[in-house]
Structures are given as structure tokens and as C-alpha cells.
């Protein structure tokens, strides 16, 4: 973007020349996990290619050594995905903050994509992806990477387009004033004001991508079996073969591959990304990471960041346009026929594809499919909505201790950070495993599958709001010896309470998208079937029933979307409303 | 005679209209003509809401005029040109590019190649002041540093029209006047390329110690309403009595203008034609109880006040124009005077102020009493916010009829004749 990193260090080292300073541990360091990055990626990509006869003349491999190859695939896949999701996220979002007629269709449609279960649909693009590479596996590890794609690039989309919305006014008109172009713009101004919501965004979406990677792996869909290697078709064969040993083995090469995500990417780019933060004072705890001091440090990789940094500097600074004359007014008036024209075209393919999936729902389709889906909907809205509750009950107390406690919310933060990015669908099989042990009712059982993953975000938001409650009021509150209750009635509860909504919101958005998985589950030969939504889509991709899963998708979109609108919208606009001063 | 040389910047019967939200016009500049030559500091001297942050904008092209011509030398402009750079009120420095990097954004537009960008960028940040901090990041300036950083990003590109945007009311006092002189000196010893400089502010100080001729601008459409030369030599000194006149006579001039608008909000009661100003209880109660001190014995001059309370001119005129408003002081020429019913309420206790408060404001605001009156005729004794901001934007624009309101729950609370519910948006009686 820019010269990035023109530290003070920078210049120094750039005084005395870069061979006046020994390499030292840290050089060594920094090369050696590049190379070493270099060095896996390279291996993994060329497995991946390889044809599918030979992927399917060696299957998954039980073999705690083999796992470490595993997990590298699995990773190799989040990588592309986030690659993919970045790409999307770039093109689709900018299109819809500058066109106003994009706009209209786009921003919508994002809201539903949003709410539709992403494994729900995997099945369909699975066979879909197969379909465009016969012969090799390169369809299957598409199907893969789109799964964890659909799962982060909308969300990421939303934040990007925020943010190109939200450009403070004098910045841009800073920016016209100095007539840059649209290029220079979007490198300059939009793209880094936008950078910390991105990282957070990108981050935040990757911990729920393990999870569909894990369930993305492994697909059976009527007669299309797929089995990629990774940590997720490794488990998959694991429960086929009730080896509970290699499903411990699975959850330590997650865990060890979940840390080194967070370490080598996530918390260098948090950190680098903070210098991108529009407010004008110094955060009281700026974020650090390691690696990213190593790189900024090392002699070799500050000749090397010298020479990136200047190449990117000229990418942004490239005019790539004519000078824009005319005044740039945010959206310019447009003619109203144009608009009508748009609107009509827009309102015409709708229509088609509304009238053409009715037309395939009629033919294959009756009403008491519906009923049935619709009802097994209700199980599942009443799981997400007494999970919801009971973690909340269980959670928010202790996020409050320990977020009001700021050597704790140190330790704990990062815990609840990592246990939320962990897919908690490796944990499956040990619930199951007790379940049929003990012989306990899968209906009842089963449900705390859902938000056994998704919980941590209710417990990480209000560690959050609970640190970031003034202290001003806290103290406040001691000197006036406040009554426990009220204490917790009156000051703390209403002071975290917007950080426990965008908590909430993401637990029982998890809980939908999970039941898919947890509402059936196998050991071995033996199913459990707890019943719900998420049950009947699963029975219904076993069975290669393509409408009724697609009325299964539907309906839990339909569920999504209502109380996405019924309920948590109206409560975010309360909590935002009663905590702001102005 | 010579001919005229071409002005820099000519402004023709320039207009600005924005729409209401019922789609009805709303003029926020009307008719302006402007003409700023070479060698010229001008300055734009208006109350807030006059629109001289808009007129501004309308000449560096970022902003298009409904109607009129803007000619940059000689010539029609069509968006930001080349020639003419801003300096931003809130510095609008990108946080995430060093000091020499903001700077050399003035110059994306020349396509140079790298080595001439950087010099060029030095040289106007050694100019500037800022020599030694080119590597830092905005946020480890003070703000006037961070200004230095605005003014050098403005100068880097050689513009021949320097356009300014309160450029110093962001600042404190001391960092302000020293950024001032600092300006002063480069423009008197003809040390910057620039031709002319326009400088929109809302210190009468700042304007008589910068400026060669200042317009001063009236609101509700805004428009030029005055226009004064002032032709002391630099450096200007503040004591001067030349100096302290001139101060005197935009004091004069503006607060002319306040008594004829507040004239005419008393002759046409029913149409509040300018709402009501933003003056809040406790500086009302803190001005009038200044006033009445020993120092001031009920009257004093307005720019000895603004000075010995630190009110800024935007501050300053609401609250004289709410007391006046309300018949608790009234006006002459520049000097503000207690009347009777002003001295008493200075030596009031709360419970009386807020009862003379309440007479008061039944009595002069017909909008208080209106709202009283609408309240107790429903059936519910209640009554949406938006019934009244509809009501007050047939003569209102959009914020001066928010501020109205919000001027009116302030006092008609203290006042004790009404309660509002921000959540649901709604009046009800005081109970």
C-alpha cells in the first residue's frame, strides 16, 4: 500500500548499511519459517493436483503419522479460501458502495446468503464441482474451499462495505480535493481505513471455517462419496472405525494447527493492521504479535519489506486514469428511466427464478413436505433459543469476573478466542460416545452439540464489554455500596449488554448452521437422531434427495432470516440505543 | 486606467439549493458574488449555519452550485483544479501515512516520478516547520503540528489559490496564534508561491489580524451582508486602537444583523422564522449571573465579555440572543445590558428563577406556548416530535428546526412546562 514499515528502526538500519549488522537469531528465525511455509505449501499444492484414481487408490489413513499431512491440506484449504474470500470481498463490496443501482440488488442479497446454512448447500456444490473436473480431485478440494468461502466472504463483504460507507468526510474530500484518482483512492483512503474491520472480520471468520472445513472434507452424497485427505475425513474415518484414540490424535493435530494459524497470520496482521485505526489517539493496549516484530526487525526481511513496500507504494501511487474533472458527488442523481429499466430487469430475473423453482417444487414437491420441514424447524428454533439462554446463563456471569479482572481477561481471552476457533464437530464423537454408552436420549443429548462450538463467542463478547466498562462507573458504583442485585441489574448487565447481543447473535447463528451436523450423528454402525431441521437435511443429502434438500435449506433460511428481523435486530437497536450518551 | 488583471477566483450570482425532505427547495446560499484577487487574503466571516464552510467548498470545486458561475482564473471550474488546494478545519490527515507520505498526496495528481515527489515533499514540510518529523505518524503530533502537516500538504503542490477552512479553531489559543504569525510571516515575506488565500472563519480577531477585506455572511439563505476592508499594515497589532475599532465594527455588524432577525421572529410570532437559538440553561444562568457581578454591574461590551469569559463568537450570540429572546437583556449596538427582569432573576433563588423563567418563556416564545397549548388539547396529553419538527420545517431547515427543539425541551424541563421521552420521540405535560 504504502511505505509501510519507514520505522524508525528502518531508518536507521538504513543508515548503516545493511551489512554493518550480523544476521542474527532473528534473520534465522524469519527465513527459516518462510522456507518452511514455502516448503509445505509446495507440497501440499502438488498433492493436490494429483489425479483422482491415485487419491482414491490410497484412502484415509488411520496412522497418527499420517496426520500431520493431513492437517497441512486442511490448512492449505482455509488458506485458499481466505484467499478467495479477500478476492470477493474486494470486487463485490466495492461494486455495491459505489454503484447505487449495484447497490440495490447486491446489499440484499449478501443479508440472505448470510442467512442461509452453509452446509446445508454443500451437498449441492459438492456434486457440482465434481462434475466440472472429472477425474481428478481438484473438483472435490474446490467443493471444499467453497464451503469455508460461503462460511467468511459474506461476512467479510459486509464489513468491507461498512467501512467504504463510513469513509470520514473529511478524508475524502482530502482526497478530492488533491484530485486523486478512483485508483489511488481506493489503495490510500478506502482500502486501509477499511484494513482493521477487514483483519478483525477475516479473523473472526476463519474460526468458524475450521468447523466447515472439518464437515466439508468428508461428503457422501447419495452415491458421490468424497474423502479428501485432511483432519476432517480422518475424524470421519475415525467414527466409521470407533477408534477413539485417533479422534484424540485429530483434536491435538487441530489444536497445535489452530495456534500456528493465530501465531504465523492472525496476529501479525491484527497488529500491523492497528496502524491502519481512523482514531487519531494511541489505543491503552495496542495488540502484539512476535512474528510480526521478528519481521519488522530482521536486516534481511527489512530489505526485503524496503523493496516490497516501495513496489506496492507505486502500485497505489499509479494514476491508472484520466484526471477526474467533473465534482464527485456521492451519488449523483441518475436518470429515472435508467432506474426503472435496472429495477425492472432486476425485478424480471427474480421473478424467473421464483416462478422456475415453484414450478420444480410443484413437480416434486408437496404441501406436507413443507409441513414437515417447517415442523422439524420449530425443534430446532426451540434447541438454538434454550441453548442460547442456558449459555448465556452459564457465561455471562463468568465473562463479567473475568473481564473486570485484567490480568484474568489476559489468560482467559486468548482461551475463549482459541476454543471458539476450534471445530467443535471434532468433539462429536466423544458426546456420542458417552451418549451411547450411557444409553441417554439422543433427542435431549444431542442438542448441546449445537452451541458446544458457538458459545465461546457469547463468552469472549461480554469478557470484552466487561473490560471495556469505564471504570469511572465502576467505581462509582463501590462508593455508593451498591446491592449485589442491583449491582448487577442496573450497572453492569445494561453496560455489557450490546457486547452480549453481537454475542448472542453469533452463538445462534453457529447453532443453526451446526445442527446440520449435530442433530445426526453415527459411531460406528449406529446412528442417533435427535430429530430437527438439521436432521432432515442431513437424511436428505444421504439420501441424494436434491429437492427436499433444498426445502430444508429454505426453510432454515426462512428461520434464520425471521429471527434475525424478529428478534436480535430490534434487541441490537435497544442495546445500541440505551448505552449511548449523546 | 489599466484594465483590471483577471481575478483569481469570481464568484457570479451563486446559489446553492438543497432539497427538503417533503422535496420542497431549501436555499442555503443565495445569490452570492465574490471576487478575490491576487495578492489578496479574504475572509468569510459568518455565524454558524451561514454556509461559509459551503461557499468554500463550492470554490475548491468539491461542491456544485445550483446556479451562478465560479471562474478559477478566468475560466469556468469544473471540479477540484489544479492550482487550488484546501486546508481542512480537522486537519484530515490519513493516519495510517507518515508526515513526508501525507504530504506527498498533494501531489498525486502530477504523476511524478518518485525522486521529485520526495524532494518536493521535504522542501514544503522544511518550509512549514516541520523538518525533523517526516517519519512520524499523524498520531504522534499535537494538533498543531498535525496542522503544519495540513498547511504543507496545501503549499506542496505550488497552488495559486489557497482555500482554508477554519483552519485554527481547532487548536488551543496559544498553538493557534503561533501557527498564525508562522502563516503570516511565509505570506508577508512572499515566501509561499500562493496568489491568494480565502480563510473562512468565525473569529472576528482572526479575520482583522489575516485578512485584507472580510465579507461577512448572513444565514437563512446565506449571503454576503457586509463586506470590510481592512487596510492595517503587518505585523497587526491587537492593542491598537485602529485594530480594536475594526474588531468592534464586524461586532457591530453582526449583532445589527442579530437584532433585526430576532425583530423579526417578534413581529411574525406564528412563523418563528429563525428558531430558537442554541443557548442551554446552565450558560444562560452562568452568563446572566456574570453580568450581574460587580465587574460588569448588569452591562458590558460584547467583545470585552467573549474575551473575559473565553466564548467563542458561535457561543456567544445565541446566548445574547435567547436572553434578549426572552426579555431578560436586550441589546445596543455592541453592548449587552440586563433589564429589569434580567436582574432579578440573576438574584433569584433556584425555585424563583425557574417560576420568572416559566412567565418568561409562555409569554415571549409563542412556540413554548404553542406546544403547551397542542399537548393539552389532545386527548392523550401527548404528542410526537415529529409533529412539531414537521411544523417548524415549513420555515426551518432540517438542523435548526432539530436545534429548536432541542433548545425548547432544555428549557421548557427547567422551565418545568413540559416532559420528553427521548426513547419514544414524544412530548407530554410536566406532571
Known sequence: MHGA????????????GPYRRLPGWRDLAALALVVGVVILIAGGVRQTIEPVAHAQAAPISLSPEALPLYTLRTVLRMLAALAASLLFTLTYATLAAKSRRAERVLIPLLDVLQSVPVLGYVSFTAVFFVSLFPGNTLGAELAAIFAIFTSQAWNMAFSFYQSLRMVPGDLDEACRSVRSSPWQRFWRLEVPFAMPGLVWNSMMSMSGGWFFVVA??????????????????????????????????????MSVAIVLYDQLLFRPLVAWSEKFRFEQTAAQVAPRSWVLNLFQQAAVFQSINRVAAAALQRVGDARLAPQARRPLVRHPPSPRLLDAVWMLAVAAAIGFVGWASLRYARDTLSWSDVSQAAGSGLLTLLRVLVLVALASVIWVPIGVMVGLRPR??????????????????????????????FHLAPAVWLSPLMILGTQWYILFNVIAGASAFPSDLREAAATFRLRSLHWWGQVILPGIFPYFITGAITASGGAWNASVVSEVVNWGSTTLNGGGLGAYITQMTRAGDYPRIALGVAVMAVYVVAMNRLLWRPLYAVAERRTRLE | MPPEPTPILDLHQ?????????????????????????????GLLGRSGAGKSTLLRIAAGLIKPTAGDVLYRGLPLHGPAA????????????????????????????????????????????????????????????????????????????PVLLLMDEPFSALDVLTAETLRTDLLDLWVERRLPTEAVLLVTHNIEEAVLMCDRVLVLGSHPGHIAAEIR???????????????????????????????????????????????????????????????????QGQCELPEIARALALKIDELLPLVAALQLLGFAELKGTQVRLTAAGRVFAGSTTEERKRLFREHLLRFVPLAAHVVQVLEERPDHRAPRERFELELQDHLHR?????????????????????????????????
Open chain 1, 5 to 16: 514499515h519507514t520505522t524508525y528502526q528502518n531508518l536507521l538500519a538504513l543508515r548503516a
Open chain 1, 216 to 253: 466439508a472434507e468428508a461428503i457422501s452424497v447419495g452415491d458421490v462419496q468424497i474423502a479428501l485427505p485432511g483432519v476432517g475425513s480422518y475424524v470421519a474415518r475415525a467414527i466409521e472405525e470407533r477408534n477413539l484414540a485417533c479422534v484424540g490424535w485429530a483434536i491435538v493435530a
Open chain 1, 408 to 437: 484474568l481477561t489476559a489468560a482467559v481471552q486468548p482461551i475463549a478466542q482459541f476454543l471458539a476457533a476450534f471445530p467443535a464437530n471434532l468433539l462429536f464423537p466423544l458426546a456420542v460416545f458417552a451418549i451411547v454408552t
Open chain 2, 14 to 42: 451563486v446559489s446553492l439549493v438543497y432539497a427538503k425532505p417533503s422535496g420542497e427547495p431549501l436555499p442555503v446560499l443565495a445569490n452570492i458574488d465574490l471576487s478575490l484577487r491576487s495578492g489578496e487574503i479574504l
Open chain 2, 83 to 158: 492550482g487550488i488546494a484546501v486546508v481542512f478545519q480537522t486537519f484530515a490527515l490519513y493516519p495510517w501515512l507518515t508526515v513526508q507520505r501525507n504530504v506527498e498526496l498533494g501531489l498525486d495528481a502530477l504523476d511524478l516520478p518518485p525522486a521529485e515527489r520526495g524532494r518536493r515533499a521535504l522542501s514544503a514540510i522544511d518550509l512549514i516547520g516541520l523538518d525533523g518529523f517526516q517519519s512520524a505518524y499523524p498520531r504522534e503530533l499535537s494538533g498543531g503540528m498535525r496542522q503544519r502537516v495540513g498547511f504543507a500538504r496545501a503549499i506542496v503542490s505550488d
Open chain 2, 230 to 296: 481592512i487596510a492595517l499594515a503587518h505585523p497587526r497589532n491587537r492593542l491598537a486602537a485602529n485594530f480594536r475599532a475594526l474588531v468592534a465594527e464586524i461586532y457591530a455588524t453582526l449583532t445589527s444583523r442579530m437584532s433585526e432577525s430576532l425583530a423579526a421572529v417578534s413581529a411574525a410570532p406564528a412563523e418563528e422564522t429563525h428558531g430558537l437559538p442554541r443557548a442551554t440553561i446552565n450558560r444562560l444562568n452562568g452568563f446572566v449571573e456574570a453580568l450581574a457581578t460587580a465587574a460588569y
Open chain 2, 399 to 431: 438542523e435548526d428546526a432539530q436545534r429548536t427543539l432541542s433548545t425548547l425541551i432544555d428549557w421548557g424541563r427547567y422551565a418545568e412546562i413540559l416532559a420528553y421521552d427521548a426513547r419514544k420521540r414524544a412530548f407530554s405535560p410536566f406532571t
